[in-house]
């Protein structure tokens, strides 16, 4: 390499050849301001992930034909999936980015990997700054200047850790941060086959970076959510109907330890009673979502519509889904809700919401499948077992549910007392 091109922080440090020639095609390819200047690169090191990076500067005109905005964590398996959120044109924030750039704003620190390996005509690939960088080349001078750092010869695992980290000064949702946490596991796509082979996502889209969007796209919290509890459930070997079971909510904004588990030991793709259960779900939350947008009375509500998809509903959906496993006809009617709901939606959705239990809870109670705590999974996971036994009926209706969160409090009162013999 060129003492011309480039010096580094301190001469101690070791670079290794496949690094070397990526710095060296860097300067020889890229057009940036230093270069058009004859100037030297500083190049730095960063001790915590093990990296080379450079700060530089580039015109607006060289910039646009370069960059790529749609960079993945895996390019090797995963090529398909970016790393970056959908970009949000309509946001107040990125309107005044827009506003700046057209009057000569000179934007910096833009987060950059250099990489050849996939779309080779675009090598810039954004890991941090995606709206600074649809503000520049819709809105820049051609002649304006910014500023980048680049980074060079990044393996997946220090990929993800740089565009976490460039992406924490900004409002960034924890299921985006899902999203690439589950790009970095090995082997990849368990999760999104799983997706893919339920009905959960079509083949080629992906996980929501955000759970509230437009196209209802499912979360990874919400898919990772859904195995856990089926396998807790599933493991569970005590008398279910007389105790007061919780489930569980996958944390969110990275790894979630008990996901991670389980990730290494199964392959979800080819568990038959997963997906079998998977199928069955996304039959429920079909049923659900035909109903409600088509009744008056329930069509206006979207929560209606989506109900199946509540966090607390699927994890209660799952664990039941998991410890009926062992009960083959209370499985079978258990799944056969959507069917037996007939013309009227699966879950109840307006019984659901009106419910309160008097004495119990409190006046802000917005209904059954509102809120996420144990208490609310609890009550549903019973409701759910209420309904798969032989003599319930055919619906979810009013009575049941309030017997069933009455079975609930009184195991988990019994369970409390246990605690004092």
Not at 75 to 90: G, I, S, V
């Given at each position: ?34 270069k ?24 607006k ?16 398996l995963?090529e398909?999936y ?8 309509n ?26 390996q ?6 810039l690939?954004?890991?941090g700054g ?39 000064n ?5 299921d ?16 999104r ?25 499912p ?5 990772r959510?859904?195995i856990?509890n ?10 279910y109907?007389?105790d007061?079971?919780?489930g ?5 904004s ?11 030991i ?6 038959e009673?997963?997906?079998?259960a ?8 079909k ?11 329930l069509?206006?509500?979207?929560a ?15 664990y039941?889904s ?57 009550r ?6 209420e ?35």
């Amino acid at each position: 390499m060129s003492s011309k091109k480039f010096i580094f922080q301190d001469k101690k440090i070791k670079i290794d050849s496949d690094t070397t020639k990526i710095l060296d095609d860097f300067f020889d390819t890229i057009p940036t301001l230093e270069k058009e200047l004859e100037k030297t690169l500083l190049v730095l090191f960063d001790s915590k992930t093990k990296v080379f990076y450079t700060l530089c500067n580039i015109k607006k005109k060289n910039f646009v034909g370069l960059v790529d905005k749609n960079a993945v964590i895996d390019p090797d398996l995963q090529e398909d999936y970016k790393l970056n959120r959908d970009l949000q044109p309509n946001n107040p924030d990125f309107k005044e980015m827009q506003n700046d750039a057209s009057k000569g704003r000179q934007f910096t620190d833009i987060v950059v990997e250099y990489n050849k390996q996939y779309k080779p005509d675009r090598p810039l690939k954004i890991l941090g700054g995606q709206h600074r960088a649809e503000a520049i080349e819709q809105k820049s001078p051609d002649e304006s200047v910014h500023g980048l750092r680049i980074y060079f010869n990044l393996d997946k695992d220090k990929r993800a850790e740089i565009a976490i980290i460039s992406n924490t000064n900004i409002d960034i949702s924890p299921d985006l941060l899902d999203r690439m946490e589950e790009q970095r596991l090995d082997p990849p796509n368990k999760l999104r086959d799983f997706a893919y082979a339920i009905g959960l996502l079509e083949k080629g889209k992906d996980f929501a970076d955000s759970r509230v969007n437009p196209n209802n796209l499912p979360t990874v919290r919400m898919a990772r959510t859904f195995i856990v509890n089926f396998y807790k459930g599933r493991e569970y070997e005590e008398d279910y109907d007389s105790d007061a079971l919780e489930g569980m909510i996958c944390s969110s904004s990275g790894m979630d330890s008990d996901y991670e588990k389980i990730y290494k030991i199964k392959n979800f793709a080819e568990d038959e009673k997963l997906v079998g259960a998977g199928k069955k779900f996304i039959e429920l939350h079909k049923k659900q979502y035909k109903i409600a947008s088509n009744r008056e009375g329930l069509k206006q509500v979207k929560a209606h519509r989506m109900k199946a998809m509540a966090i607390a509903v699927v994890s209660a959906w799952s664990y039941v889904s998991g410890l009926l496993q062992r009960d083959s006809k209370r499985l079978s009617k258990f799944y056969d809700l959507p069917k037996n709901s007939g013309k009227n939606d699966p879950l109840n959705a307006k019984a659901m919401t009106a419910f309160q239990l008097k004495g119990v809870d409190p006046e802000a109670y917005r209904g059954l499948g509102t809120r996420t705590d144990a208490k609310e999974r609890g009550r549903l996971i019973t409701i759910f077992l209420e309904y798969s036994k032989a003599a319930s009926g055919d619906e979810i209706n009013p009575t049941l549910l309030d017997r069933a969160v009455r079975y609930y409090q009184g195991n988990k009162m019994r369970k409390e007392g246990d605690k004092y013999k």
